[in-house]
Nanobody, 118 residues
Framework: QVQLVESGGGLVQAGGSLRLSCAASSLIFSNNVMAWYRQAPGKQRELVGFINSRGGDYYQDYVKGRFTISRDNAKNTLYLQMNKLKPEDTAVYYC????????????WGQGTQVTVSP
């Protein structure tokens, strides 16, 4: 079974924090590099960062130093700790495997909305 369920989004003021969670099926999660993506209104989905199965991580410049990705391999769960949030972080956040390119038919979860007010 293929499943991704993101949660933890909400409305927060600039400078605040949120922690997102992503429960994934083992088919997607186990031993794979997992990533967080986001899509702001009117924009294409973009990579936030990713983490491998041993905890090695990478972040895009626009979140580096503010966001931290972690994973619990026993629970097939991915996390995104977001600190010092900015209005430009407002987006729907998705988790999935890390890939360079995606096909229109690839599976995505429903995402979780993060809204940062000024």
């Amino acid at each position: 079974q293929v499943q991704l369920v993101e949660s933890g989004g909400g409305l927060v003021q600039a400078g605040g924090s949120l922690r997102l969670s992503c429960a994934a099926s083992s088919l997607i999660f186990s031993n794979n590099v997992m990533a967080w993506y986001r899509q702001a209104p009117g924009k294409q989905r973009e990579l936030v960062g990713f983490i491998n199965s041993r905890g090695g991580d990478y972040y895009q410049d626009y979140v580096k130093g503010r966001f931290t990705i972690s994973r619990d391999n026993a629970k097939n769960t991915l996390y995104l700790q977001m600190n010092k949030l900015k209005p430009e972080d407002t987006a729907v956040y998705y988790c999935n495997q890390y890939r360079i390119a995606w096909r229109p038919t690839d599976y995505w979860g429903q995402g979780t909305q993060v809204t940062v007010s000024p």
